[in-house]
C-alpha cells in the first residue's frame, strides 16, 4: 500500500471534485459536438458491462421471486375464492367466445380472408434500469449473435412495454411508454377515435390530440394505431384514467416497474428509419 503524507492527500481531496467537474462538463461538449461517437462509446460501455448487470440481477431476481412467493402463499385463501368466482364468470363469456369464434370463423370463410404473418420475435431479459440519454429506459441482455434492430416492438406478458432505440453488439436499450421522449399513435376502442399518447416520466402516460367532438371516457381501452407506419395496429396499451387535474392518462397494463423479461417483435414496419437513412445536413456555405 503506497502511503501519502497528510498534506497530498487534503490536495488530492480537494482537486478530486473540480476534476469530476470538468470531466463531466468535457463530456457534455463531446457529446454536443459528435452524437454519434457518444452513443457508440455508451453502447459500448453497455456492451461491456451487461454481463456484469446479468450476474448481479440473477440473485436479486431470486430474491424477489421468494418474496413474492411468500406474499402469494400469505394471500392464497383470499386468492383462492376471488379466483372461484372468476372461474364462474369466464365460463360463462367461454361459451359466448365460443359462439363468437364459430360466427367469425365462417364469416371468413365467406369472405375469402387471408390473415396476417405471425410476426417474428426474441426473447431478451431485463439486466438493468439504464436511462442513457433517455429517462425511462431499459437494458437488455442480447447475447454475442442477435438479430434486434432499432424500431422493434417490446411487449410483456401483459402489453405494450416500448420499442428499441439503441442496439450494440451484446445489448439493445428498450425506450419505455411512459418517457417524455415517447410518442405512440393509438386506438380508443369505445369509440375508435385516434389519439397520441405522450410519455410525461410518470406512472401514466397522457392522451392528446383526439378529434374534436370526441372525449376519452374513463375505462376506455386503449391499443395502439398503425398511423405512419411505425406500430403495428391492436396491440394492447391500457385504460383510460382522468387524473384529478381533468388530463385524460393511460394506465398501461405492462408493470414497468418490474419488467424481468421482453419480447422483442418485428413488424416489419418502415415508419422508423435505421440511422444509416438519416441523412446529415449539408454544411452551410461561408459568406465572403
Known sequence: MIRLSIPLRQALARLSLPVLIAAAFGAMLLGKADALLIERARMALADALSPIWGAVQQPVSAMQDGVREAQALWNMR?????????????RRWQATALALEAENALLRRQLAWVPDPAPAFRTARVVADAGGTYARAVLLAAGPQHSIRKGQIALDERGFVGRVTEVGSRSARVLLATDIN????????????????????????????????????????????????????????????????????????????????LRLFDFGLSGILPPEAVARPEPRPGRR
Open 78 to 90: 383470499s386468492e383462492n375464492a376471488r379466483l372461484i368466482e372468476e372461474n364462474e364468470r369466464l
Open 182 to 261: 415517447s410518442r405512440i399513435p393509438v386506438t380508443l376502442e369505445g369509440s375508435r377515435a385516434r389519439a397520441i399518447m405522450v410519455g410525461n416520466n410518470a406512472a401514466r402516460p397522457r392522451l392528446q390530440h383526439w378529434p374534436e367532438g370526441v372525449t376519452p371516457r374513463e375505462g376506455d381501452r386503449v391499443v395502439t394505431s398503425a398511423e405512419a407506419g411505425a406500430f403495428p395496429a391492436g396491440l394492447p396499451v391500457g385504460v383510460v384514467r382522468w387524473s384529478e387535474s381533468g388530463a385524460a392518462e393511460v394506465e398501461l397494463f405492462a408493470q414497468l416497474d418490474r419488467l424481468d423479461v
